[in-house]
């Protein structure tokens, strides 16, 4: 497991025992469940303006060596599709835990014919149909690893929307810190 890698384990690790790791001004980074829920009810709101899907950085954080973050992500329902499309992010290893929701995730691969892209928020991307990916149902609780380069999409959400939370390990620093 590479460092960078082994960070975001110990990161999330940490996250779901409720101990924190991360140093600010001799404390740590504490996103409180208030805040957590804020960000929730947040994205409800965003999908309710009719966007399809909302991305809200809660933390992301210089932890010495590279960045971490915890994002909030919201789906609204989807059907079944005849092409599985998908992202994979250049730099960024991804951690879902999900929260609320169902649905039925792809991960896994090749793309067809790949798009490379570029965005704001996470930095270089490649999209576009998936072949041969892998289909796997989640629920609450669940958690899902995704490393840096595998195609990931949704093949179906059967609920209203799905919810979960993302911790990434960003060793390329390609996020914007967000420290409140």
């Known amino acids: 497991?590479?460092?960078s890698r082994t960070a975001l384990a110990t990161f999330v690790l940490?996250?779901?025992?409720?101990?924190?790791?991360?140093?600010?001004?001799g404390g740590s980074f504490i996103i409180n469940k208030k805040e957590v829920e804020s960000v929730f009810d947040q994205g409800l709101a965003n999908l309710a303006?009719?966007?399809?899907?909302?991305?809200?950085?809660?933390?992301?954080?210089?932890v010495?060596?590279?960045y971490m973050g915890v994002?909030?992500?919201?789906?609204?329902?989807?059907?079944?599709?005849?092409?599985?499309?998908?992202?994979?992010?250049?730099?960024?290893?991804?951690?879902?835990?999900?929260?609320?929701g169902e649905?039925?995730?792809?991960?896994?691969?090749?793309?067809i014919d790949p798009q490379t892209s570029h965005s704001d928020l996470l930095g270089g991307m490649l999209r576009g149909t998936i072949r041969g990916g892998v289909l796997q149902k989640v629920k609450p609780g669940d958690?899902?690893?995704?490393?840096?380069?595998?195609?990931?999409?949704?093949?179906?959400?059967?609920?209203?929307?799905?919810?979960?939370?993302?911790?990434?390990?960003?060793?390329n620093e390609v996020m914007d810190l967000k420290y409140e």
């Not at 992500?73 to 929260?99: F, P």
């Not at 179906?156 to 993302?166: A, F, K, Q, R």
């Open 14 to 25: 940490a996250f779901f025992a409720g101990e924190t790791l991360l140093a600010q001004d």
């Open 103 to 111: 649905g039925t995730m792809v991960t896994g691969g090749e793309f």
């Open 71 to 100: 994002s909030v992500v919201q789906r609204s329902k989807t059907e079944i599709t005849e092409q599985e499309t998908g992202i994979a992010h250049t730099d960024l290893d991804e951690i879902y835990y999900i929260v609320t």
């Open 1 to 3: 497991m590479t460092a």
């Open 143 to 171: 958690i899902a690893i995704i490393p840096k380069g595998m195609p990931h999409g949704w093949h179906e959400i059967v609920t209203d929307s799905i919810g979960y939370l993302i911790f990434r390990g960003d060793p």
């Open 49 to 62: 303006t009719g966007r399809t899907v909302s991305d809200i950085v809660a933390r992301h954080v210089d």
């Open 64 to 66: 010495g060596d590279e």
